[in-house]
Structures are given as C-alpha cells and as structure tokens.
C-alpha cells in the first residue's frame, strides 16, 4: 500500500526534491508554500521538483544526495549538511554533530 | 467496497454514491458537501480505465507514515510482509528504493507506554538512522491510553466502571491516565530531540477519546516549548469519543469535535502537521466512502494554517478496511484526497 501511494501521489523523496520540500513542511509551510520555498532556493521553477532526471543532475551537482549508490558522492548526514545550507534551515541532526565534533 | 470486495457500478450508481457520501459527512458535521466541480473530478478519478492511476504532474505531495520500516518486517497485526529486515534496513529500503519523502523510526509495539522503557534503545536506533539517511526522520508511536488501564496498566477500567454507573470514579481514572500518558510522550519526545530526530509523530491520536486527545495535546504544547522538534498530530477517527465528556480545550469541548475542529485544537496546541482520520464504512462502496472522507478533509484544508496529511491507511481515507488492499481503490483514494480534498501530505 504504501508503495501505492508513493508512486501515485508521492514527490518522490530523494529521487526529486520530496525530502527538501518535506522539510520546510515540519516548519509550518503549506505545500504550495513549501514549494515555492524550495524552488527558489534551487532556481528552479516548481514543476521541476519532480523532475527525476532534471533533479537527479541537480541534487548531483549541488551535492546534496543521490537515490543511486554513487561512490565520493555526499551521503546521510553529510548531504544533511548541505541541505541544511541550501534551505537555510538548521536540521537537529546537523546540529548534534556538529557539537559533538566541536564544528561551528 | 468499504470491507474490499469488487463490485461493479454504472457512471450513474458511482455518481449517486459520490453524493451520498459528501452528503452524509456534511450533515453529520455541519461542513459544506463537495460542489459539482468537485463530484465530477472524482467521478472522473473512478472512470479512469487503468488499474491503477496518480495525480497530475506538479500536485504531488509530501508522505508520512505511521510506523513505516515496521510494515516490511513486522507481521500481520500491522499488515507487515515478514520480511527480515532490521529498522535501520527497513529506513533505507523506504527512502531509497521506495522515493519516500519522510520516514519513521518506531518500536514494534509502536505506543509511548512500551517504548518509554526501551528509550535508550530507540534513541541509538535513531541516532544510527540520522547518520545514514537523508530524508526527515520522526519517532512515531500511539498515545494509546487503553494501555493505562486494567489489566494491563494500573488504572481502573472506565470499561468496566461505566457499566455499573461509576461514572466520576470512570472520569477520575481516565484523568489519571491521561497525566501519565502525558507525562509518558513527554519523556520519549525530549530523549528523540536529544537523539537528534526531526520531529515526533502522535498517531491514531484519541483512539480512547477526550482524555487521551488532552493528554496529546497538552504534550505538544510542552514538547514545542522545549524542544526543536516538529509534531504531527495524526487522529484515530472522525469523531472524538467522549468517554469522558466534560473535557475542555482552549474553552472547546473535546468530545464531539468533527476534523475541522480538531485541526484547530491540534494548531491551538503548536503542532506542525495534521493529519485527519476518516473511517472507512464497510457496508458502502468505495466511491461513497471516498467523497466522505474528501468532504472531511475539505473542511480542514481550506482553513489549515499548518500542512495537512490524510490518513489513508487500511479502513481509513476511503481505503478498504481488508488485509491486503486492492491497489485500484488505494491510487484512487490518495488521489482524491490530494486533488479534491486538498491535502498537503499523505
């Protein structure tokens, strides 16, 4: 079922921009807003997150995941990172790290 | 059908039953039917010929979901599939293989009660996930209040008290059992956000009624004021029970609160997410079940100040209340929701 949903109605996660746009959900924005929000922090326009191929290249180029396994690419917490300096948002996880590792 | 059998109806029974059913939640709840664009839409959505079907490009939305990984490996009390995986596995199957948008870290069990115990446990899984995944992780888990009572928690039964006409001793141990909880969903949520989680998810919210929505609610108001997590309230039903009836939020009787008014309770509380519950009538065909639930979730999102996400699981949305779920009626059911109902998340 759950599968399902992703394919009907999902954005798709990391194979797009859905863990992007889901973030700035947890933040209050509505999903117009959310995408909006998004796209611009991109430069994109909104119709292009769910764009998979037009995503995957720029996820790729900005380094903030890839869906395929691709080896020097940033993974986890370390793509985190850099969504978290792309939206301009802290991320709670990010934070931990970066006090336990003494990193501002 | 609502308990998923195949039936077949004319494009005139499937409009009737999509009237009918938009019809029947406005009456119950005092809200507006769909309008005519809207029952055409979804008339539309039930004549498409494909099995399955999906929302136009550039309406997706965001998924979350209760329990997530535990539906891989867990068995058939939570419709899981057996299949051996570890949480941690199961996350990264879900965000890599699936393209979901969010995922859950959960216990088994997936209620505050039997986590709380196990908390340092689900704060390394969680801390271990963080590392791993790129998605939003929340802790998800069940306010469950029923736990609280006799004969598996230490409180009196208001089961086994309204029967015999106890009545306030029935009030007097479901306040009880609502501080506890409270208190429970409190501790886990502070452990999350010190295990770095995005945000806590409170799921199948009021399944024990007032109180338990009470509880639920004044702990979201503490975990927003402490900490830096997002909080999805995700409800049990359309209806809030009123076990106890007496009980008030904001100046607002609980028991009876309709999903509109229970959004605005959840909004009132701090939360970030919504997520409302519309049970599925077994003995009426899908389409009618389906405009029902959109006409509820209508009523939330045109007034929302915060995302809302339909629950539209097994016997919820519009989907069959049946163990393995006919994939026709659940396309077509998150479609609805999305493209009529209006709502931000699944």
Not at chain 2, 25 to 45: K, M, V
Not at chain 2, 274 to 291: I, L, Q, Y
Request: hydrophobic share 40%.
């Amino acid at each position: 079922m759950s599968l399902c949903h992703a394919l009907a109605s999902g954005m798709g996660g990391i194979r797009t921009a859905g863990d992007l746009v889901a973030r700035m959900q947890l933040r209050k924005m509505r999903q117009p807003q959310a995408r909006r929000y998004v796209a611009d922090k991109l430069g994109v326009g909104v119709i292009d997150l769910t764009d998979s191929t037009l995503m995957r290249e720029l996820r790729a180029e900005l380094d903030i995941g890839v869906v395929t396994g691709v080896p020097g690419a940033a993974k986890g917490i370390a793509a985190k990172m850099n969504i978290a300096e792309l939206l301009d948002v802290p991320v709670g996880c990010v934070e931990k790290l970066r006090t336990r590792t003494r990193r501002t | 059908m609502g308990d998923g059998h195949a039936v077949t109806l004319t494009a005139d029974e499937l409009r009737r039953d999509l009237r009918d059913g938009s019809e029947q939640a406005a009456r119950r709840a005092h809200i507006p039917p769909l309008d005519d664009a809207d029952l055409e839409h979804l008339a539309d959505i039930f004549l498409h010929p494909g099995r399955v079907t999906g929302v136009e490009p550039g309406h997706e939305v965001i998924l979350t979901k209760d329990g997530c990984a535990n539906t891989l490996y867990s068995g058939q009390m939570s419709s899981g599939v057996g299949v051996p995986l570890s949480r941690e596995q199961g996350i990264r199957v879900m965000e890599r293989a699936f393209g979901f948008d969010t995922m859950e870290v959960g216990h088994p069990d997936y209620s505050f009660k039997p986590a709380k115990p196990l908390l340092a446990l689900e704060q390394l899984t969680m801390e271990q996930a963080q590392l791993d995944c790129i998605v939003p992780l929340f802790y998800g888990a069940m306010p469950n209040m029923g736990l609280y009572y006799r004969p598996d928690g230490p409180f009196d039964n208001p089961a086994d008290l309204l029967p015999d006409g106890r009545v306030e001793e029935a009030r007097d141990a479901q306040l009880e059992a609502a501080d506890r909880l409270r208190r429970d969903i409190l501790y886990v949520a502070r452990g999350m956000a010190d295990a770095g989680a995005d945000g806590i998810d409170l799921d199948t919210t009021a399944s024990a009624g007032d109180a338990e929505l009470l509880a639920s609610l004044q702990a979201v108001e503490q975990i927003v004021a402490t900490t830096d997590l997002a909080v999805e309230v995700g409800m049990a039903t359309e209806l809030v029970l009123g076990f106890h009836g007496g009980l008030e939020y904001g100046g607002r009787r609980l028991a009876g609160m309709w999903p509109h008014q229970q959004l605005a309770a959840v909004e009132a509380a701090g939360a970030h997410i919504f997520g409302p519950a519309v049970t599925t009538d077994t003995g009426r065909t899908s389409p009618w079940n389906v405009a029902r639930a959109c006409t509820f979730v209508k009523a939330c999102t045109r007034i929302a100040e915060i995302p809302v996400h339909a629950n539209v699981g097994m016997g919820v949305g519009g989907v069959p209340t049946v163990e393995v779920q006919p994939s026709d009626i659940v396309t077509r059911a998150g479609v609805a929701l999305v493209e009529v109902g209006g709502a931000d998340g699944l």
